[in-house]
């Protein structure tokens, strides 16, 4: 049974950087196209973006393009979630979970069998 961890959440300022790991165990990586998603107090989980299993391809919400960059190491049995550039909107809990295709589609309805428990990211000004 995969089970995902995430870690490397923390209090950041404005303008800072925070890369999230995802660590599995249990199961290969390289068999799951993978995602990061978020939940803000008060709103909906929010999907941002995902890499298909073989890292070639990557999909960003619009909310994080440009500043956020995912990242897979197949050898490690990671997945990770650069985050540059970072606002106080971007205050929430951080989730990785396997997504069934990595597509501009596949983003928006991302099918996902396993998530991690979440770790906290809190921006302030």
């Known amino acids: 049974q995969l089970q995902l961890v995430e870690s490397g959440g923390g209090l950041v300022q404005t303008g800072g950087s925070l890369r999230l790991s995802c660590t599995a165990s249990g199961d290969r990586l390289n068999s799951y196209g993978m995602g990061w998603f978020r939940q803000a107090p008060g709103k909906e989980r929010e999907a941002l973006s995902c890499?298909?299993?073989?890292?070639?391809?990557?999909q960003y919400a619009n909310s994080v393009k440009g500043r956020f960059t995912i990242i897979r190491d197949n050898a490690e049995n990671a997945v990770y979630l650069q985050m540059n550039s970072l606002k106080t909107e971007d205050t929430a809990i951080y989730y990785c979970?396997?997504?069934?295709?990595?597509?501009?589609?596949?983003?928006?309805?991302?099918?996902?069998?396993?998530w991690g428990q979440g770790t906290l990211v809190t921006i302030e000004d």
């Open positions: 890499i298909s299993n073989s890292g070639l391809s990557t």
């Open positions: 979970g396997t997504v069934a295709q990595c597509t501009i589609m596949g983003l928006q309805n991302p099918q996902v069998e396993h």
